[in-house]
């Protein structure tokens, strides 16, 4: 008899206090949760809100500055817009992750999660403790979309400028990336699908891909790096010659 793998969920434990389910997943996946919870780094409530830290100052701009140096980035607002993928991979990997596995995900609100600003990608991440939420689509979307994009998305247009398709294509992009590479590595791909598939349709994300062939209809601005190029979803075919500022997004 073939498995209903939509009921393997209903099979799975509650959510462990190290979320050792998502260990196997790779980096964008493990979320910290014991230990050493670091709090003299920033929540990511306080980046948000733009606020300082003891450590990093400003820490959204400390974060900015850091993938600039990194990547040679021209302009400050190339590297805000990877350091905004970056982080929407980072929150949409673990709780996916969590949904899937576990059928639950942990209650990750901003003023729960500490942040390294100065840490390599993937973002390193800290959880104070492990409370669980429900693992549908809606409580996801309140979770990460209105918990965290929607914040991080207005503190980065207001600082550089960054258009709100291309912050919104970001966040659909990371979504895409993340559901495809746990499908990879699980075998319940088919709640995987589900799940992103009732993700990408909610009203901030929809339309910000090609509903045939899940490409961007915005462009993260990577192509502008001096290495860079054209990502495997982007809207550009190859990386245009030239484009005028505050156009590709």
Same mark, same amino acid.
């Given at each position: 008899? /073939?498995?209903?793998?939509?009921?393997?969920?209903? &099979?799975?434990?509650?959510?462990?206090?190290?979320?050792?389910?998502? $260990?196997?997943?790779?980096?964008?996946?493990?979320?910290?949760?014991?230990?050493?919870?670091?709090?003299?780094?920033?929540?990511?409530? @306080?980046?948000?809100? !733009?606020?300082?830290?003891?450590?990093?100052? !400003?820490?959204?701009?400390?974060?900015?500055?850091?993938?600039?140096?990194? +990547?040679?980035?021209?302009?400050?607002?190339?590297?805000?817009?990877? %350091?905004? @993928?970056?982080?929407?991979?980072? &929150? $949409?990997?673990? #709780?996916?992750?969590?949904?899937? +596995?576990?059928? /639950?995900?942990?209650?990750?609100?901003?003023?729960? &999660?500490?942040?390294?600003?100065?840490?390599?990608?993937?973002?390193?991440? $800290?959880?104070?403790?492990?409370?669980?939420?429900?693992?549908?689509?809606?409580?996801?979307?309140?979770?990460?979309?209105?918990?965290?994009?929607?914040?991080?998305? #207005?503190?980065?247009?207001?600082?550089?400028?960054?258009?709100?398709?291309?912050? $919104?294509? !970001?966040?659909?992009?990371?979504?895409?990336?993340?559901?495809? @590479?746990?499908?990879?590595?699980?075998?319940?791909?088919?709640?995987?699908?589900?799940?992103?598939?009732?993700? +990408? %349709?909610?009203?901030?994300?929809?339309?910000? &891909?090609? %509903?045939?062939?899940?490409?961007?209809?915005?462009?993260?601005?990577?192509?502008? +790096?001096?290495?860079?190029?054209?990502?495997?979803?982007?809207?550009?075919?190859? %990386?245009?010659?030239?484009?005028?500022?505050?156009?590709?997004?």
């Amino acid at each position: 008899m /073939r498995p209903l793998r939509g009921l393997v969920l209903l &099979l799975f434990v509650d959510l462990d206090p190290e979320l050792a389910a998502l $260990w196997p997943l790779g980096g964008f996946f493990v979320l910290r949760t014991t230990g050493d919870l670091r709090p003299a780094l920033p929540t990511l409530a @306080q980046a948000y809100e !733009n606020g300082a830290s003891d450590v990093y100052g !400003n820490c959204m701009t400390f974060r900015v500055h850091k993938v600039a140096g990194a +990547l040679r980035a021209p302009e400050p607002r190339i590297a805000a817009s990877i %350091a905004h @993928q970056g982080l929407a991979a980072r &929150l $949409w990997s673990v #709780a996916l992750g969590c949904a899937v +596995l576990y059928g /639950r995900i942990p209650d990750l609100a901003p003023r729960r &999660l500490r942040w390294d600003p100065d840490a390599s990608a993937p973002d390193d991440l $800290w959880l104070d403790a492990v409370e669980p939420l429900p693992g549908d689509a809606g409580t996801l979307a309140d979770v990460v979309l209105h918990g965290h994009l929607e914040p991080l998305a #207005a503190a980065l247009h207001a600082e550089y400028r960054l258009a709100t398709g291309l912050l $919104w294509g !970001n966040a659909a992009s990371a979504l895409v990336g993340a559901a495809r @590479q746990l499908g990879r590595h699980t075998d319940v791909s088919a709640r995987v699908h589900d799940l992103a598939a009732e993700l +990408l %349709a909610h009203p901030l994300l929809a339309g910000t &891909l090609d %509903a045939a062939t899940l490409r961007r209809r915005s462009c993260c601005l990577y192509y502008r +790096l001096p290495d860079g190029g054209v990502c495997g979803d982007c809207c550009f075919t190859r %990386a245009p010659r030239s484009s005028p500022r505050g156009t590709s997004g």
